[in-house]
């Protein structure tokens, strides 16, 4: 069922079972899974079933430290959220990205790898995605026109991706969603105030807003902020009648140890005769699985360096392809279907079917959880009397020197196979260089701020998402990570919401 | 030039000469072509490998870039 919270007389109160706060890849994610429950599902929705600059001006806010997009581009506030202009670039975590890594500060997850694998295989069908299958021997025996670099697979491997078509959540699962019995869809139902008892130990009820100067009030046994990890930590920062520092904020972790990935052009690797790396290509729209270099875990450990992966484009066309800093600024998915666009031009122009002699290789590596990259609250309110989030995004020198090692392991390896060299970027030569060049980027990929484990001084939820010391709050998406691994963040956050869902069907009864 | 600066005390044509050669000089160009392949090959292995201008390049590589560069100034 569908409910414009426009259109209802101001100061409705709103009652169901459990209230969901987002209608992204989380919060439809969860949405799914409870249709035809004995359950009544309020699911909040802060925009429409479209863009409007409008809605998307409420997620504006400054930002300090490292260059950064603007921040109403990176994420999207209408039903579907950022899936209304994600690539659909798939791929599974590691199992060392969940480890505790004594070289990586704040790292170790409180649940493993195999924890997820369940939810990961239902988690590939809500994104259109293959099989769950990972492996590049799988693949290969399948087309056996992938054929890998031949490097040492004690050193480097051949991550595999997937890729969505890209699903768009608001469109593949709008009807449905619509047509649930139990499932109420509030849209233009921002919440702007989650209220909890005295103690600040028990949510009793949110305040949604909207542009038409209307306020409702709904109440639930159970509330799951799945809002994406900035404005899940600006919502929990802003609700501080009951607890003065925002809640689930005692101990001043909401909103830090935001992460993002660095992705960069980083080296070129030349062979003496044109090499075609159909493994590596993509063709979007097309292509279903491709690679990247990834260094393997007793590398990693070796080195005492980050997880990332390098992918491929032909040099020709990647070196004057502009970084996309300098040109993600809008946040209309209309432009950056445009850009998009434009990237892929360039490539197929630039595809010989002979193959090229020299590629870029461009970086993903995951960034180092950081307390002082953090979200926090400006001064300035939005439109709905809200203070707006701001981003100081802070990185360190093990990011640097991490994409630096991983070049010099790659451009061994491919010594080793006598296949060709690599060479390093200018801004990676220097190892006593910490600085980040003007082209550094991310891939609006936001992570942490509300990040999962059992030390409250370090985290915000525990291992099943529950917001520490508050008894029916959860969140869902990638505020939880710990760590960011290689990968983009979808399929490991729509995983990690099944997961949340799972349990809180389990526990029905307590909380809902 | 960059391996010439990362390595002065190699930065003369005949110890490159004689680095390169192993001890054992030798003009046939198939012997030599074939000792240097073998030496780049186990640079590679075992990590002897350097930066120069942004390549990762094997020490044996490195030593015959700054022999060229000498003998071409």
Known sequence: ?512 | MAYRKLAPHENEATALRQILSEGKPTTDAKVLTSLLNKQVKDDFRSAKTVMAAGWVMSVTEARQCALFSILNT
């Open chain 1, 1 to 512: 069922m569908h409910i414009d919270a426009k259109l209802i007389p101001d100061n409705s109160v709103i009652e169901g079972d459990i209230c969901i706060i987002g209608a992204g890849a989380a919060g439809i994610s969860m949405a799914l899974e409870w249709i035809n429950t004995p359950y009544n599902v309020i699911l909040l929705e802060g925009g429409g079933f479209d863009y409007e600059p409008a809605m998307q001006d409420l997620y504006r806010g400054k930002t300090t430290g490292q260059r950064y997009y603007p921040l109403e581009s990176a994420r999207l506030h209408y039903f579907g959220g950022t899936t209304g202009h994600w690539a659909g670039f798939c791929s599974v975590f590691d199992p060392i990205d969940f480890e505790k890594r004594d070289w990586v500060p704040y790292s170790g997850w409180p649940i493993k790898r195999g924890d997820l694998d369940a939810f990961y295989v239902r988690a590939q069908r809500n994104l259109d995605l293959g099989p769950y299958e990972y492996s590049y021997e799988y693949w290969r025996e399948n087309d056996p026109s992938l054929v890998s670099l031949p490097f040492d697979s004690d050193a480097v491997f051949n991550k595999m991706w997937q890729f969505s078509p890209p699903t768009r959540f608001g469109t593949k699962y709008k009807d449905t969603i619509v047509n649930a019995p139990n499932i109420y869809l509030y849209t233009y139902a921002n919440v702007t105030d989650i209220t909890a008892n005295e103690h600040a130990s028990t949510v009793k009820q949110v305040t949604i807003k909207n542009l038409a100067g209307k306020q409702h009030t709904v109440k639930a046994k159970c509330f799951v902020l799945a809002c994406c990890s900035m404005q899940n930590a600006r919502l929990l920062l802003a609700s501080n009648k009951q607890a003065p520092k925002g809640l689930g904020n005692d101990h001043d972790v909401v909103g830090r140890y935001f992460m993002e990935h660095i992705e960069i052009k980083s080296a070129e690797m030349w062979f003496p005769d044109p090499e075609q790396l159909k493994l590596y290509s993509i063709d979007y729209g097309k292509t279903k699985v491709r690679a990247e270099l990834a260094i393997t875990a007793g590398k990693q450990r070796e080195h005492r360096i980050l997880n990332g992966t390098a992918s491929f484009s032909p040099l020709e066309a990647a070196r004057n392809q502009p970084a996309f800093i300098d040109i993600w600024k809008s946040s209309d998915p209309k432009e950056r279907e445009k850009a998009f666009g434009k990237f892929d031009e360039t490539e197929k122009k630039s595809k010989n079917k002979d193959g090229h002699n020299s590629y870029q290789l461009f970086t993903r590596v995951e960034q180092a959880p950081n307390p002082n990259s953090r979200i926090s609250l400006e001064s300035e309110t939005d439109a709905l009397g809200m203070r707006r989030a701001t981003l100081h995004w802070e990185l360190t020198p093990l990011e640097k020197r991490s994409i630096r090692t991983i070049y010099e392991i790659i451009g061994r390896q491919i010594g080793i196979a006598g296949k060709g060299r690599v060479r390093l970027m200018e801004y990676l030569r220097d190892e006593h260089d910490n600085s980040w060049p003007e082209f550094t980027g991310g891939g609006w990929h936001h992570m942490g701020t509300t990040r999962m484990g059992t030390d409250l001084k370090t985290s915000v939820v525990d291992a099943n998402c529950k917001v520490h010391g508050i008894s029916n709050l959860f969140t869902a998406g990638a505020s939880n990570y710990v760590t960011a691994a290689a990968p983009n963040p979808t399929l490991t956050l729509v995983a990690l919401t099944l997961r949340l869902s799972d349990h809180l069907k389990k526990s029905a009864g307590i909380f809902v």
